[in-house]
């Protein structure tokens, strides 16, 4: 499997999944109890992060700003999709409110990650000229 395709099948077979709850019509109770805020904003965390990860090449320490906001767009994109599909679907609609916990699950998610790179860059212990590890360095 080549190394782009590697990257971009989990999204996009999360994409999959997503377009296939969305698909069920009159879906009145979310499986687990879950508020509908919660799911929504879950399931575009896992994308978030699944974006993240293909928009970073699949290497952690490429995790940019720029990076995030590639993943928070892709994701907002697919979320104001998938609601303008639902309202196609019997008995489903399509709320803006939706659109928002979606694209506040794929920002938080993506941001944590991004933070998430910056405190493993700085708590690594650095290698000193000698080859000798030296600690990190202090706030």
Known sequence: ?????????????????IFAVSSIPD???IPGGLPDSA??????????????RAAARGRWSDVTLRAVGLAVALSAA?????EW?????PGRGSEVRDVAWDVAGASAAAGAAWAWGII???SRP?????G???PPPRA
Do not use: K
Not at 1 to 17: D, G
Not at 126 to 130: I, N, V
């Open 78 to 82: 697919y979320a104001a999709t998938d």
């Open 126 to 130: 650095r290698e000193s000229r000698h």
């Open 39 to 52: 799911a929504h904003g879950g399931e575009y965390a896992v994308l978030g992060v699944l974006l993240l």
């Open 120 to 122: 493993r860059r700085f």
């Open 85 to 89: 599909h639902q309202s196609f679907v």
């Open 132 to 134: 000798v590890h030296e």
């Open 27 to 29: 879906l009145t109770h």
């Open 1 to 17: 499997m080549s190394n782009r395709l590697s990257l971009w099948l989990p999204p996009v077979a999360w994409m999959a999944a």
